[in-house]
């Protein structure tokens, strides 16, 4: 009967971890409500504003991915305490950088786009998907620079400020994930700024004038393809806060590469009879733009498990 006894042992603490997800999810949805120009509820019940529903579920979602990582490899060990205060701050940091983000995708991504107007006004899906990827995207590197226990690497002597060893351990570990998600930021950004050059129509006109959610759909994809392949450099061994920089800065350039290859394989393979641009930018085609983010983000996830 040991095993039963184990089990409910277990089962008690995965409840508490249950509980902590749950109030760190409630704590993200107030947050994003405190935030936004209008009442959320009301958009999303009364006004049925898909775009809105689509921007949200990316934030959800990613609090969630984030939640998952860091209660994956809390850091402690038969601690549960331990255990709960690390992935409660971790997670917190994680939902206030995930707000950090959707500003400056909403400012830098979708540059010279006002995100505000075309999600509560025109209610644009194609804003909304885009605004979902980059989430997403966003997520995924946040969740990689909040896990693991590295700081005794770089900090092996602490920073001295003479705290209890399990508060300065995870200010140490919090202070590291904020530099890491600044990398991967700028990286994120910096891609967005390249996809628009060599993608054979005017984003900007598909995305604001043409509300075209095939567009959308496809620059969703890329977003988080290129958050998939930045987080290989965070879940390697780490050794020095240089050489994961510099791996980081690898993943770019790698990315930089793949995704157009990725994208005219898609163009080459899955539409032999047509092109990506007469489908996406001519016919609107949503089928071409979601065939088209799923190789990208199939492909990157392949890169980022085999390579």
Request: glycine letters at 8%.
């Amino acid at each position: 009967m040991d095993f039963v006894w184990k089990y409910l042992s277990l089962l008690g603490k995965d409840l508490a971890f249950f509980a902590l997800g749950f109030f760190v999810f409630y704590l993200g949805k107030k947050f994003k409500d405190w935030l936004e120009p209008k009442k959320l509820d009301e958009e999303l019940v009364r006004s049925d504003n898909s775009a809105l529903a689509l921007s949200l579920s990316g934030f959800y979602l990613g609090i969630i991915i984030i939640f998952i990582t860091v209660v994956s490899d809390p850091g402690s060990v038969n601690d549960l305490k331990g255990d709960l205060i690390q992935v409660g701050a971790y997670s917190l940091l994680g939902v206030l950088l995930l707000l950090l983000s959707q500003k400056i995708n909403d400012g830098l991504i979708l540059i010279r786009i006002d995100a505000e107007e075309e999600i509560y006004e025109k209610k644009n899906l194609a804003v909304g998907t885009v605004l979902f990827g980059g989430t997403i995207a966003s997520s995924f590197f946040i969740a990689a620079a909040l896990n693991g226990n590295i700081s005794s690497k770089v900090f092996p002597n602490g920073i001295g400020l003479g705290l209890p060893p399990l508060v300065e351990r995870t200010l140490e570990g919090m202070i590291l994930s904020v530099l890491f998600f600044a990398i991967g930021q700028v990286a994120i950004v910096l891609f967005s700024f390249y996809y628009k050059l060599w993608i054979p129509y005017n984003l900007k006109e598909e995305l604001e004038g043409k509300q075209n959610l095939a567009a959308g759909t496809a620059f969703a994809g890329a977003l988080i393809a290129i958050g998939i392949l930045l987080t290989r450099a965070l879940f390697k061994e780490f050794t020095s806060f240089s050489q994961t920089s510099i791996l980081l800065l690898m993943d770019l350039v790698i990315a930089f590469i793949v995704v157009p290859v990725l994208h005219y394989f898609a163009d080459w393979v899955i539409l032999p009879g047509s092109t990506l641009k007469q489908e996406i930018h001519n016919d609107q085609n949503f089928g071409a733009g979601l065939l088209e983010a799923v190789v990208l983000i199939a492909f990157s996830s392949i890169i980022f498990f085999a390579v």
